[in-house]
């Protein structure tokens, strides 16, 4: 889970604030979620600087539109479900470049704990798993860093990406089906080669 400084209920007094003309409260918005944003945007495209694009062109549609966010909801889930909605459009228009994620983004799968075997054999698991994830079709790698990296329950994937539960969780079963295989594959190449 996303551990925040602000509990939703500030959230939603900094973005009344925002309403009613303070507008400089919106840089306490973007400190708060520009990391997450970027981390969850750079984990679907897989380019550093489209990235930053995506994250800057999110922060923006969010600034537009802070007067039709419905208060009874996660403000984190309707910021990510614009960031989707961004990351999405890329996509569309653009193929997504497959680039090695960087030092600084692996999963933390791993301890740093341990032989320098095993660090090194975690790592390189670690990188394979990444690796794997960007090869995936974009709505099963979107559903999946949702689930597994943003820590989203079903129902609010389901929100964020304007779908149903049931389609969520369809999704999630197939991402996992074809990253395993992918994974599985690359094993016994690895293997082989030997």
């Avoid at 209920?9 to 604030?17: A, H, M, R, Y």
């Avoid at 999946?144 to 929100?159: D, G, H, M, P, T």
């Avoid at 074809?178 to 094993?187: E, G």
Wanted: aromatic share 12%.
């Amino acid at each position: 889970m996303m551990l925040l400084p602000y509990s939703d209920t500030e959230l939603s007094d900094f973005i009344s604030t925002i309403l009613s003309g303070e507008v400089g409260k919106f840089r306490i918005i973007v400190e708060v979620f520009q990391n997450p944003v970027f981390n969850f945007v750079y984990r679907i495209i897989g380019d550093r600087e489209e990235a930053k694009d995506i994250a800057q062109e999110t922060f923006l549609k969010v600034y537009k539109s802070l007067g039709q966010y419905d208060h009874a909801y996660k403000f984190s889930s309707w910021l990510f479900r614009i960031a989707t909605t961004v990351s999405i459009s890329y996509l569309r228009k653009k193929k997504p470049i497959f680039l090695p994620f960087d030092e600084g983004l692996h999963y933390d799968m791993v301890s740093p704990r341990g032989s320098p075997e095993e660090v090194c054999e975690n790592h390189e698991t670690s990188s394979q798993i990444q690796e794997a994830m960007l090869l995936l079709p974009s709505k099963y790698r979107l559903v999946l860093v949702l689930k597994y990296i943003n820590e989203f329950s079903c129902q609010e994937i389901a929100k964020t990406l304007d779908t149903n539960v049931k389609n969520v969780e369809t999704s999630l079963y197939r991402g996992r089906k074809m990253l395993a295989a992918s994974l599985t594959q690359n094993f016994r190449n690895k293997r082989y080669k030997r």
